[in-house]
């Protein structure tokens, strides 16, 4: 095996993804995560893991592969997926997959249609709500639109948008945060940081170590890390064409509108402009902030 410029595996490929919360000897890793999303409402001692790839009951029925599915001593389900990229029905895909664990409850025979909870859990490596450039962790359930009161409790999306935790090491306050800070950072990362002492982290920095792979799975990784690579470039390029479309289409139309080029006030209203079209494009925050200069608060307002 040739030397490894990182020294921790990508934990966006799928490789890294399952090594490090896929496998019974990690397991514990995926509980404390898990726990550590719950905010101690739900403590999970135990999990099994499940068949990842589901079919459904007839021909017609799409195929589902999930990242990882398990369930724990309750007998309450999770689905836990790691997305590289955006998708134009994101939304509907989950929900989909939710339905999966809710049909495999029912019984034979007599049953009256009690449910144990299901929770899906999306990180997500984009952005998929710009509202708030802040709100990074989103919790939805079915509730009632006059009272906003919980309806069902026992279906529950859980989504991380990676992109907009930016918290440094120091700015780490729990065992949430620095999940989040593990997932983010951990292929950049050269060592394990000084916040990060607890013994699960311990465990997660040891498994991730590229060096200690064997070779089957350093072929393997290496596989896993094209494709990512391989993606990744391809939704970059993709991007920065939309981003280019975008800046000349608001260029045009503020020339139009008469804002003068030469004057700071005028350079300042072609700049929100293009923001507007590239915001109407559905680009991100972040990636919109890059092509403009503006900061993701003044994106948001717009």
Not at 138 to 165: A, C, G, S
Not at 253 to 266: F, I, N, Q
Request: charged letters at 30%; hydrophobic letters at 35%.
């Amino acid at each position: 095996m040739q030397p490894y410029r990182d020294r921790y595996l990508n934990p966006y490929t799928d490789f890294g993804f399952k090594k490090l919360f896929g496998t019974e000897v990690n397991k514990d890793l995926l509980i404390s995560f898990i726990n550590s999303l719950l905010h101690g409402r739900e403590k999970i001692k135990d999990l099994t893991y499940l068949n990842a790839e589901h079919l459904g009951v007839g021909e017609a029925d799409r195929k589902a592969i999930f990242d990882v599915y398990c369930e724990n001593e309750q007998g309450e389900n999770f689905l836990v997926e790691m997305q590289r990229g955006e998708q134009q029905y994101f939304k509907d895909r989950s929900l989909y997959y939710a339905t999966f664990p809710i049909r495999e409850q029912a019984h034979r025979g007599d049953w009256n249609y009690e449910l144990k909870c299901v929770y899906i859990i999306g990180i997500l490596n984009f952005c998929f709500d710009d509202t708030d450039p802040g709100e990074f962790h989103h919790e939805v359930q079915l509730l009632n639109n006059r009272t906003y009161n919980v309806f069902y409790d026992k279906l529950t999306f859980i989504y991380l948008e990676m992109p907009k935790f930016n918290k440094t090491e120091d700015q780490l306050s729990n065992l949430f945060e620095k999940w989040l800070f593990v997932l983010r950072n951990l292929s950049r990362l050269l060592e394990r940081p000084k916040a990060l002492q607890e013994r699960v982290f311990a465990k997660l920095f040891k498994a991730a170590e590229i060096a200690k792979f064997t070779k089957e799975e350093y072929d393997a990784y290496e596989e896993s890390l094209k494709v990512y690579r391989d993606w990744k470039n391809t939704i970059d390029t993709a991007v920065q064409k939309a981003v280019k479309k975008a800046v000349q289409k608001a260029t045009q139309k503020a020339r139009k509108e008469g804002l003068a080029e030469g004057r700071a006030e005028g350079r300042k209203e072609t700049i929100y402009a293009i923001a507007r079209q590239l915001k109407s494009e559905g680009l991100p925050a972040t990636t919109i902030a890059k092509a403009t200069g503006l900061s993701e608060e003044e994106i948001g307002k717009l």
